[in-house]
């Protein structure tokens, strides 16, 4: 995903055609969104546990503090 992605911005950047016009930008967020959800992936990597009453996210890796501050449940929620 990365290297595709990746890819896909360089032709979309280095490539002067006009028949891109203005869509070259859409697919250029849709790209960029691409990238940090597959790093998202990575970090971050969720359990899920899907009840009748709802879905519960737990992270897997453990407790996440910033400034000694526990954020690993906001940035499950964020995922």
């Not at 979309?12 to 028949?19: A, G, P, R």
């Not at 971050?44 to 503090?65: A, C, D, N, Q």
Request: aromatic share 18%; with cysteine.
């Amino acid at each position: 995903s990365v290297f595709s992605n990746g890819l896909l911005l360089y032709i979309i950047f280095t490539t002067t055609s006009t028949s891109i016009g203005s869509y070259r930008y859409l697919l250029a967020v849709f790209s960029v969104c691409d990238v940090l959800t597959s790093f998202a992936h990575v970090g971050l990597y969720p359990i899920m546990h899907m009840t009748s009453s709802g879905v519960y996210f737990f992270p897997r890796y453990g407790e996440m503090k910033i400034a000694g501050r526990s954020c690993d449940n906001i940035f499950v929620l964020l995922f």
